[in-house]
């Protein structure tokens, strides 16, 4: 069925049964998988996921009912079962749903470049970069995973307000992992790239640096125990504040669950430090003109020069806290409930490069992965320790590869105390937002090894 004439059905039998207020949330989302290994195509998926979510306001309670199947047949489901919800549902809490923002900015969320880009050539790609990092070095033993997904999304807010609001977004997404192995030591390494069309991700340059990374760390071994200057590369800083991200939640702050909470208006950072929220970047994974309540997408500076400026807020926190809402409103499915998320956040750049960070320390070390994040953080505290491997770093150049050891500290002490911030600015995989940093040159963090 039109999805037009679906939503006029629905909000008709709903006004009928008494809903005072109804909006719908319809989102679509066609995927594609590859996976090549040893030059076959060893998954080939095609996937379309599709839903709508129904919410109305029923004697001043709102009930929510959601569905796969988008016609007629489920109206009369979708009203009853919000129905019921509503009579069920206890507690305070104000759900809005809106009537619309005043303007909402023309922003490009979808590629048709990336429509001319046929299967066989996605496959080729995949095959020539297989091809590309085994020939670079014989100590490359294996591939174990190169992937590329390519997903199309629409989404929908229809309400009885008014607000009638659509857009369409794509990104294809990459990643590449790789063994290599001498005498008996073996490393790893691995490169996500994420793009809204293949033709802008280089294959020959993943392949040069997932080889030259991998075999740089044969023979690592640890490092003495102690506190040192850090540099933090550029996709390491982006993993940690992307961690930190739920921090910044109004939401979090409301629950007692952020170490910012009561800190608007307070030093937080270096004062060179910028932190912002930009839902217009071009070619951005989380690029929209709206989020998922409607409220018009905002250019925000979270972070100025150190002083935190503001939460990220949906219709719900920033009436509790007596502000607009900033647009970061977040359903992670259409059948999720509306959470708070980034959409393209970032540190901005700096003006040395990663060589000249690096020629700064006389002693320290490079940290080029983290593992352990989740768990090994307190979003709470702000306090963090997690297993890290590198580089140590003497007389402002590379010395040898590092492994096995553990980075800890505090997140807004480690902010305070950075000393300098790269120009180059790496994405990390998106997930809940798209979270970006340079490379960061920290002070002194401890560092437990030998």
Sequence with gaps: ???????????????????????????????????????????????????????????????????????????????????????????????????????????ITYNRDSEKISTEQKIDYLTQLEKEIFKKDNRVVAM?????????????????????????????????????????????????????????????????????????????????????????RADVSAQILRAFAPIFSADNVHKDLSLLKGKIGENIANPAITIVDDPFMKGGAYTKPFDAEGVASKYKKLVSNGILKTYFHNLKTATKDGVESTGNAYKAAYNSIIDIAPTNMYIEIGKKSLDELIGSVEDGLLIIDVQGLHSGLNTISGDFSVSAYGYE???????????????????????????????????VMPSRGYVGSPSLKISSLSVAGE
């Design 1 to 107: 069925m039109d999805n037009k004439k679906m939503i006029k059905m629905l909000f008709d039998k709903g006004k009928k049964a008494g809903f005072e207020e109804m909006e719908v949330y319809i989102y679509n989302k066609k995927g594609l998988s590859l996976k090549v290994f040893k030059g076959d195509v060893d998954t080939f998926e095609n996937s379309v996921e599709e839903g709508l979510s129904f919410r109305g306001l029923y004697n001043n309670k709102m009930g929510y009912s959601y569905t796969e199947k988008l016609d007629e047949s489920c109206i009369d489901m979708l009203i009853e079962e919000a129905m019921e919800n509503a009579k069920i549902i206890d507690n305070d809490d104000v759900d809005i749903i809106f009537e619309g923002s005043k303007e909402y900015k023309n922003v």
């Design 144 to 232: 174990p995973y190169n992937i590329l997904e390519e997903t199309t999304n629409s989404t929908i807010i229809s309400n009885t307000k008014g607000l009638n609001l659509e857009y369409k977004s794509n990104r294809v997404e990459t990643y590449a992992f790789i063994d290599v192995k001498e005498d008996g030591d073996v490393k790893a390494a691995y490169r996500y790239k994420v793009a809204d069309d293949l033709n802008k991700i280089d294959g020959k340059r993943i392949a040069a640096e997932i080889v030259d990374e991998a075999i740089s760390m044969l023979g690592a071994t640890q490092i003495k125990s102690g506190k040192y200057p850090i540099i933090l």
């Design 393 to 427: 770093i003497k007389q402002g150049k590379i010395a040898r590869p590092v492994n096995q050891i553990t980075i800890s500290g505090n997140y807004i002490e480690m902010m305070k105390n950075i000393e300098d911030i790269g120009n180059d600015l790496e994405f």
